[in-house]
């Protein structure tokens, strides 16, 4: 076989193209290794073709919560967060959170899902709801992209949530049902490396994406804004069916479960009321899911009423304790018998708190250090 | 010139009396007022501090009924031991003979000598007696607290205005959650590198002021050294990506504090005397009080007549803005 020659030229050329090679190389590598193997790093992110519908000429709706926005070309979800462009619905708040800080994960609150440790909070600006007291209104009630946001992929939320030594990713502030992909994917990840994921929500999310969150959210926060469909209307803007078939779903699901109530003076403070509520998670949930009565403090448009006695609180608290239901807190009431966990059989204070500080933990292995009864909860 | 009546003699001498009265004791009048006003202050102060901490501790009904009755018994103790009590009696007597001597400054009699110290070494039994008694007091105090109002307590400082954590803690949930130390660094942060260099004296000198209303005057080579440790502190935090300053902050803010030496050793100080301890904690202190008692009596009536306000009529309030089926898209 003769010698091939090659002429310093094509030599030249080869030489130059495989030095561009080598170079891009690393970029695309990574990129594609972000993009698919730690995640995307954009901050729009088109939604998938399962939670919504191009309908005829751009119009697109969403099916992510029960609102089922139908959005016109360049119009935004009720949640100000998807935005139809040209036919295709995005995310505007993928990768970008306005609120990154780590908290104990009691702040969440959950009082049954590894007392003591740490959660890296994450939260975008949105909301599908429009609640008159919301405390967080001023991220909440925004677009994602009218707010000083901070650029951060699941991965480097996971690895910083690694190492800071957090338990957890709370998604949590706002709603993350408005934030739904982002978190999803960043739970998917987190997952996978070993970090769990809680989910304080108001749950007003539709039951097939939050089927598919079940298989990776571990605990789930759920605002119960009252019960009562006129209260959840005027007061919050939303509807109360929808958020009581999500409870059903993440206990079909198996999921860690606590439920959270603000008692607003006046507005949703009717005992009667709240005994129906208690009644009805009894039933449908089971008297160990944690109920939390949290006091309201004036904020956004109701500055004008007074923060929720602690008596109030305290009826409520007995309410749900004659209803049934094993472990009923106090929230934002503290120092309080109501911070504490007690154990339902032999009625010692198993885990002492101070708000959402825990001093002391008698739990081992999940049971009463004192009678060893077992105390339901994610414990380890 | 009009002769003075005899009636408007009377007046006038009354009237010049009086205001050679007055004058004469215009400076006793002052100085009881100066001394009420004095006291009051004093007692408003105190009242202030109690309620705050009342307040911060949230005691139910049946804490408050404990705690009252708990006052009641350290009021009869203390009746027990300095009213009807033979060897304070004795003690009262002994001393005032013992002042009596030595304002003379002629030298103690013995009788004198030895009566007193007879007495004083009684009184001293009898007051580790009565501290026992107050303890046992406190102990059962103790029972009926919560371990976090326990250790609210302890944390208590007196003050006029309570601190955040007592007035507005943090809640569940609530994102805005950004301590002083924070919003410092944050500022600090958003400064360009020029206007850094320009402030960094005028605000870290700020700080200093802060710093040494809380552990008083420093010295020169302290003041430097702080000034120093601060300033590396607030350059870590601007060298820091926005994302790894969010998720450090909490331990910036740490780093920041002044090492408070006096402090240290008031701590350590504090549990080396816990142990050999014979007059009352922290709790005691604050609530085994007679002054405690006429507040803590208004709260358990307030809460025994709380009624809960009318309900509102959610159809006549400004509703939440909802969305409408199909309508729901936000325009730009």
Not at chain 2, 124 to 130: D, L, S, V
């Amino acid at each position: 076989m003769g010698k091939e020659s090659i002429s310093r030229r094509n030599f030249m050329l080869n030489l130059g193209k495989f030095g561009i090679g080598l170079g891009v190389a690393p970029y695309v590598l990574d990129r594609f290794y972000q993009e698919n193997v730690l995640g995307k790093e954009d901050s729009l992110y088109e939604v998938d073709l399962r939670y919504y519908k191009r309908l005829a000429g751009s119009e697109v709706q969403c099916f992510i919560c029960p609102l089922n926005c139908v959005l016109n070309d360049g119009e935004t979800c009720f949640c100000r967060t998807r935005k139809n462009h040209s036919g295709k619905l995005y995310s505007h708040a993928y990768n970008n959170p306005c609120v990154i800080r780590i908290d104990p994960v009691e702040k969440t609150p959950l009082n049954h899902f590894l007392p003591g440790t740490q959660t890296l909070s994450v939260a975008t600006g949105g909301c599908n709801l429009r609640c008159l007291y919301c405390q967080n209104w001023q991220q909440s009630q925004e677009k994602p992209d009218e707010l000083k946001n901070f650029n951060l992929a699941s991965w480097q939320a996971v690895k910083g949530a690694k190492d800071k030594g957090c338990n957890t990713i709370a998604y949590t502030y706002t709603e993350p049902v408005a934030f739904y992909e982002y978190m999803r994917d960043m739970a998917v990840f987190s997952s996978q490396k070993g970090v769990r994921n809680v989910m304080a929500s108001a749950g007003y999310i539709n039951p097939e994406p939050l089927r598919e969150l079940c298989r990776y959210i571990d605990g789930f926060a759920i605002a119960l804004k009252g019960f009562d469909e006129k209260y959840f209307e005027k007061v919050c803007g939303s509807h109360i069916t929808p958020v009581l078939e999500a409870l059903k779903v993440i206990k079909e699901e198996r999921k860690w479960l606590e439920i959270t109530t603000l008692i607003v003076p006046t507005y949703n403070d009717d005992m009667a009321n709240l005994r129906k509520m208690c009644q009805w998670i009894k039933t449908n949930l089971g008297s160990d899911v944690p109920l939390h009565f949290a006091r309201f403090v004036p904020e956004y448009k109701l500055k004008n009423l007074p923060p929720t006695p602690v008596q109030t609180l305290e009826e409520a608290r007995k309410i749900g304790q004659e209803e049934g239901l094993r472990f009923v807190y106090l929230s934002n009431v503290a120092p309080h018998e109501g911070n504490n966990t007690y154990c339902p059989n032999c009625k010692k204070d198993v885990v002492k708190r101070i708000g959402f500080k825990v001093l002391e933990n008698n739990l081992e292995d999940g049971r009463c250090r004192y009678c060893k009864r077992s105390i339901p909860g994610v414990w380890t | 010139m009009k002769p003075v009546r005899p009636c408007g003699k009377v007046i006038y001498s009354s009237l010049i009396i009086g205001i050679v009265v007055v004058l004469g004791v215009d400076g006793r009048l002052v100085q009881s007022g100066v001394v009420e006003r004095e006291k009051n202050i004093k007692e408003l102060r105190e009242d202030i501090n109690s309620l705050n901490l009342i307040n911060g501790l949230n005691l139910t009904q049946h804490q408050i009924k404990h705690v009252l009755q708990y006052t009641e018994e350290v009021k009869s103790l203390k009746e027990s031991y300095f009213k009807d009590n033979p060897t304070a009696q004795e003690m009262e007597k002994t001393f005032t003979e013992l002042k009596t001597v030595l304002e003379k400054n002629q030298g103690i009699p013995y009788d004198i000598e030895r009566r007193t110290n007879n007495v004083n070494e009684r009184g001293k039994e009898e007051i580790e007696r009565f501290a026992r008694d107050l303890k046992s007091i406190e102990t059962k105090l103790d029972a009926v607290l919560l371990d976090s109002q326990k250790a609210v307590i302890e944390d208590f400082n007196p003050c006029l205005i309570p601190p955040k954590n007592l007035k507005d803690p943090v809640r569940v949930g609530q994102a805005d959650d950004h301590s002083p130390g924070e919003a410092m660094l944050e500022r600090f942060r958003k400064l360009p590198d020029t206007a850094f260099e320009m402030k960094k004296d005028e605000i870290l000198e700020k700080h200093m002021e802060n710093i040494e209303k809380h552990l008083g005057k420093m010295t020169d080579k302290e003041e430097e050294k702080e000034k120093e440790r601060l300033l590396a502190v607030v350059k870590e935090a601007r060298a820091m990506s926005d994302v790894d300053f969010e998720l450090n902050k909490t331990s910036l803010v740490e780093k920041i504090k002044p090492h408070d030496e006096r402090k240290e050793l008031a701590t350590k100080l504090h549990k080396i005397n816990e142990a050999r301890r014979t007059e009352l904690g922290k709790a005691g202190k604050y609530l085994l009080n007679e002054r405690v008692v006429p507040l803590l009596e208004k709260r358990l009536d307030d809460m025994k007549k709380f009624a809960k306000a009318t309900p509102v009529d959610l159809n006549k309030i400004e509703s939440a803005d909802i969305c409408k089926k199909g309508a729901c898209g936000l325009k730009e």
